[in-house]
């Protein structure tokens, strides 16, 4: 289960270079936009940057590339509505959930999560209802949790009982959790208790959206896990980090302040490291 789909057929590194925009992006975003469409056709990632530079000012440029019969225009045409952002993003982001091709629906999802679909509830609903896309059926209900609607609890516990797949069940459980529930709480809470080797780097993912205090505690039993969560691995070098490594990342993440020693999401933690967040644990379970 992971977060984000990886396709082949296209490059995404180019999108990490882009930086937040500037004064300077922005006073060139007029003349940078007269050459879009073409790099939009040319399946030129470029287009991002410029999208990001010009703001919502994009959408428009961009909007009717969401239909195009290319598959690849389609992607980066969401790619450059996640980039533009404005208004007008998350219904365009919720249409694209649609697509025929799963990668243009996993970036649309993705997309969700920056420009959350506020008022768009319902037909997010519809989405998961109508889709036969696992990945849509895990993330979307955590995309609405975002939205801290509480109606979607009611909306999501429905879902529940027709949930076919042990992954739509756990995004429901999720985003039902952000939303408040206490029945979803407990069972995320026993489903990190039995949660074992990669399976715990899966949780972990989903406790750093949860983002928040309640769930703090609920980590000390991960402390014990030593097995490999995830390989990092290279030719050049040897990098496994453990459960109890994971679980020290998020606890750092959240409250880094409470310790002597800075994160090291590039390795493994001492055994004093992982003997001081136990401590701290043991006494938020206690309180």
């Not at 420009?115 to 998961?128: G, I, R, S």
């Not at 490999?228 to 409250?255: F, K, N, W, Y």
Request: charged residues 25%.
């Amino acid at each position: 289960m992971k977060r984000i789909r990886v396709w082949c057929l296209v490059v995404l590194a180019v999108a990490a270079s882009i930086g937040p925009a500037t004064a300077a992006n922005k006073l060139g975003a007029r003349s940078a936009m007269n050459g879009l469409e073409t790099q939009i056709k040319k399946h030129d990632w470029a287009a991002v940057g410029q999208c990001q530079a010009a703001g919502s000012a994009a959408i428009a440029r961009v909007k009717p590339f969401l239909a195009d019969g290319d598959e690849v225009v389609r992607l980066l045409a969401v790619d450059c509505v996640v980039a533009a952002g404005g208004d007008e993003a998350p219904r365009l982001l919720v249409g694209a959930l649609s697509d025929k091709h799963p990668q243009v629906r996993s970036n649309a999802v993705n997309g969700l999560y920056r420009h959350v679909p506020k008022t768009l509830e319902t037909e997010v609903l519809k989405v998961w209802d109508g889709t036969k896309d696992e990945f849509l059926k895990y993330q979307l209900p955590m995309v609405l949790g975002l939205t801290d609607n509480k109606v979607m609890v009611s909306e999501l516990v429905k879902r529940l009982g027709v949930a076919t797949t042990d992954e739509s069940r756990i995004g429901l459980v999720v985003g039902l959790a952000k939303l408040g529930d206490a029945r979803a709480r407990t069972e995320f809470e026993q489903r990190l208790l039995a949660a074992k080797g990669e399976e715990i780097k899966n949780r972990m993912v989903e406790v750093e959206y949860l983002d928040s205090a309640w769930v703090l505690p609920m980590l000390l039993p991960v402390l014990d896990h030593t097995e490999v969560a995830v390989d990092l691995s290279s030719h050049r070098t040897v990098l496994r980090r453990r459960g109890c490594d994971l679980a020290v990342d998020e606890v750092l993440r959240q409250r880094g302040d409470k310790f002597s020693f800075k994160p090291n999401p590039g390795g493994q933690y001492t055994d004093a490291q992982v003997s001081q967040v136990r401590q701290y644990l043991a006494g938020l379970v206690e309180s």
